[in-house]
């Protein structure tokens, strides 16, 4: 099921190497956040599908308001998160929770569940990189944002470690 959903990101994406490779990784991190912290079930189907489609409405905010800016991918994501997911046959309330994180995954303060602290968690870790935060940063967003011991665990040994 995941591999359609990755097939259908990849496709959607089309050219755009960049947002596919951020997606694939945020997809390996919360995957491995998941096994280290037991996560199973839905809750683990949700990281997993959040994670490969959280930032899909980028491209529908550019083409509409010329900007990738978070607001705008919050609001454009879920439909094509949405359309992706009942094409694939996912469940109504495991989408409807996808796309709930989807539009909410740039407001921190908006976290109300496992399943969104480590979608949240996963794409700090990628965008930490990506973005080329400081170490200080790093351990910033780790003290505010990151509940999880393997997100931790994870950002101290690649970010934090000497």
């Known amino acids: 099921m995941n591999n359609n959903v990755i097939t259908d990101m990849i496709l959607y ?5 960049k947002r596919i490779n951020h997606a694939l990784k945020v997809y390996g991190f919360a995957k491995a956040i998941c096994e280290s912290e037991d996560v199973s079930g839905n809750e683990r189907e949700i990281i997993e599908l959040t994670a490969i ?12 308001y010329n900007s990738s800016a ?15 997911l009942e094409k694939n046959g996912i469940a109504d309330k495991i989408t409807d929770r996808v796309c709930f994180i989807i539009g909410h995954h740039h407001r921190f303060d908006k976290i109300d569940g496992i399943d969104f602290q480590i979608l949240v968690e ?4 990628v965008n930490i990189f990506e973005h080329g935060s400081s170490k ?16 931790i665990k994870l950002l101290d040994s690649i970010y934090l470690s000497s």
Request: glycine share 8%; no cysteine.
């Open 13 to 17: 994406f089309g050219d755009d190497a």
């Open 53 to 64: 489609l959280h930032d899909i409405g980028i491209r529908e905010a550019e083409r509409k």
């Open 70 to 84: 978070w607001n705008y991918q919050e609001t454009e994501g879920p439909p094509v998160a949405r359309e992706i």
């Open 122 to 125: 996963s794409d700090l870790l």
């Open 136 to 151: 200080e940063s790093a351990e910033s967003v780790k003290n505010s944002v990151f509940k999880t011991q393997a997100g």
